[in-house]
Each structure stands twice: as structure tokens, then as C-alpha cells.
């Protein structure tokens, strides 16, 4: 009896768990287009965060170029990410600021990843590597604009 019992609750648990992994992915949206970008930080206090990347989308490549700041930082770093875009369906909807909390701490090389979304709505995943000294720890802005 109690071994039918842990069994049910563990199927139970296991549902549970598959149904917020979905519910995960429905909160992003649908994944509509693919990046990759190349970005540099230095910062003392308040940073500064420019690059480049390429959006891959309705089967196109296209550039666009990263300018942002962050607050509460210090130290400098190259970037490179790979990442998901969500609710993309206009390809002028990706261009705009994109906000995330953040947070680094890189002494030669890191792993990192956040969400970044606009405002209309398109979301990024991103995953990214880091090289330099920094440490930060404050909300970022990131425009991206189409070339």
C-alpha cells in the first residue's frame, strides 16, 4: 500500500513538473528567429555596452548593431551570446530597447544568460560567454537596431 502511494505521488510530482516546463515555454511565446552577438562593456560605476549581431529570421540574415549601459558596474569585458527570439512576427518589431536585470561576475572567462524584452513584445533568451575583469549587479538597457 505504501509503495503504490509513493508511486502515485511521484507520478503526480513528475506531471507537475512537465506541466511547468510548458507553462515556461508558453510565457516566452513562440520562437520565431534565432542571434548571435559580439559586445564589449567597460564600465566605473556607470558602463557603457556597444557590438554588433545578426538576427536570423524568415530565412534571412540581417546585422544590427548594440549600444547600452548599465549601472552599478565596474571593470570591462567582451561578450559573445547565441540566442531564441520569441514573438517576433515584424521584423521592424525587433528593433528597440530591451531591458533585463543583470548580473556579472567575470575574472577571465564566464557563463551567463538572460531574458531581454521591448516593448512590443518580442523576448530574447540569450546565452552568453564573458572574458575580461567585471562585476555587476543592476538593471540594463540594450538597444538593438536593424542596419
Known amino acids: 500500500m505504501r509503495f503504490s502511494s509513493a508511486v502515485a505521488a511521484a507520478a503526480l510530482a513528475v506531471s507537475f513538473g512537465a506541466v511547468s516546463a510548458a507553462q515556461a515555454a508558453d510565457a516566452m511565446g513562440a520562437p520565431t528567429a534565432k542571434l548571435t552577438l559580439t559586445a564589449k562593456s567597460a564600465d566605473i560605476g556607470v558602463g557603457y555596452t556597444w557590438g554588433e549581431g545578426k538576427l536570423t529570421y524568415g530565412g534571412k540574415t ?17 561578450i559573445e551570446g ?5 514573438n517576433l512576427h515584424r521584423l521592424k518589431d525587433f528593433d528597440g530597447t530591451y531591458a533585463a536585470a ?22 530574447i533568451k540569450i ?8 562585476l555587476a549587479g543592476s538593471a540594463q538597457g540594450l538597444t538593438f537596431t536593424l542596419k
Not at 548593431?65 to 569585458?77: P, R, Y
Not at 547565441?82 to 520569441?86: A, E, F, N, P, S
Not at 546565452?127 to 567585471?134: N, P, V, Y
Open 62 to 78: 540581417h546585422t544590427f548593431s548594440i549600444t547600452g549601459g548599465t549601472i552599478a558596474a565596474v571593470g570591462f569585458s567582451k
Open 82 to 86: 547565441t540566442g531564441t527570439v520569441y
Open 102 to 123: 543583470h548580473g556579472e561576475a567575470t575574472l577571465g572567462q564566464g557563463l551567463g544568460g538572460a531574458v531581454l524584452e521591448n516593448r512590443n513584445g518580442v523576448r
Open 127 to 134: 546565452e552568453t560567454i564573458s572574458q575580461g575583469a567585471r
